[in-house]
């Protein structure tokens, strides 16, 4: 069996396991619209705590809004939004990502007790690596083509699902370079960051190539996106029964962990999936 190693935190992934589900927990600014007694830390503390009662596995912080043309943030704006979320719920019972590009970010999060980091920018930034290099907290890496800013103006591959992959191949390496142990891995095609809806629906198909090569766990994060809207022609707040199928493919071609903002919803859609993929498996209709 093997093992992804999330800081404090310990799970199966593969054959036969159940897929994680990794709840987002977006951070905005303070509005002090009321005075500053209900803040945006409340706000996110109430989220948390529903996505626990949810049976949510680890729960992503992020302050930054990596949406196509977002602007950046500072270190300084970044800190202040993610690190006081971190403190609140670090002892909360489950495993705590922070979402982050920046690696005073990712060190500042693993000093206060954070269990992974979730790099949509693949840990390529100066430093990255030495950043997480001396923790045991599980590191998501993701691909992204160029920027947030400019990530989807005309994105053009030869063969996405290659491409993605011997990028993801690279890093792994990089990461195995920096000493850093591969159980903490998991991989990331990135839907959305800089993919056409072609390009997408080719890495979803392609999931398992992508498994194969890297031998992984991978991280699918296809909640809400613009992809479900073309699809479906929905906006985002009606995007739920799209995205539930997208991530129930997802883990159909071998994803471990599924990044969702409906956590109640995609909890119960998993339990049936696994109760039927197990019942395949002791019948012997699976290899
Ligand atoms: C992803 C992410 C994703 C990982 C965002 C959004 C945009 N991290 N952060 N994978 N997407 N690992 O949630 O729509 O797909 S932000």
């Known amino acids: 069996m093997q093992h992804l190693q999330i800081g404090r935190y310990r799970f199966a992934w593969g054959k036969g396991t159940r897929p994680l589900v990794m709840g987002i927990l977006n951070v905005t600014p303070d509005s002090f619209s009321d005075g500053g007694r209900f803040t945006s830390l409340d706000a996110a503390l109430s989220h948390a705590e529903q996505m626990m009662t949810d049976d949510v596995d680890i729960i992503d912080i ?7 043309g977002a602007e950046t943030l500072s270190v300084m704006e970044e800190l202040d939004r993610v690190m006081p979320v971190v403190f609140a719920l670090r002892d ?8 982050t590009c920046k690696p005073e970010v990712m060190r500042e999060a693993i000093e206060a007790g954070a269990d992974m980091i979730n790099d949509i920018n693949g840990f390529c930034a100066p ?10 907290c599980g590191l998501c890496i993701m691909h992204m083509l160029g920027d947030p800013r400019t990530m989807q103006i005309a994105p053009h ?9 011997d990028f993801l191949v690279e890093r792994v390496q990089a990461f195995g370079e920096a000493g850093i142990a591969r159980d ?8 959305g960051f800089g993919k056409t809806l072609e390009h997408n629906l080719s890495l979803l198909a392609g999931l398992d190539d992508i498994q194969q090569r890297v031998e992984l766990p991978i991280l699918a994060g296809l909640s809400r996106k613009s992809m479900i809207g073309k699809i479906t022609g ?7 029964a799209g ?15 599924v990044r969702v903002h409906d ?8 339990k049936i999936w696994h109760a039927a993929s197990k019942a395949m498996f002791s019948t012997g209709k699976s290899e």
């Open 234 to 240: 929905k906006p985002v707040e009606h995007r739920l």
């Open 127 to 136: 430093g990255a690596l030495r950043a997480v290099k001396d923790s045991d």
């Open 62 to 68: 992020g302050g930054e809004s990596s949406r196509p």
């Open 157 to 165: 591959y030869e063969d996405v699902v290659i491409e993605v992959g």
């Open 243 to 257: 995205g539930l199928a997208a991530a129930l493919f997802a883990v159909e071609r071998g994803a471990a962990i």
């Open 184 to 191: 903490r891995l998991c991989i990331d095609p990135g839907f």
């Open 263 to 270: 956590v109640a919803e995609t909890v119960d859609a998993i």
């Open 92 to 99: 909360c019972g489950k495993p705590i990502s922070v979402d």
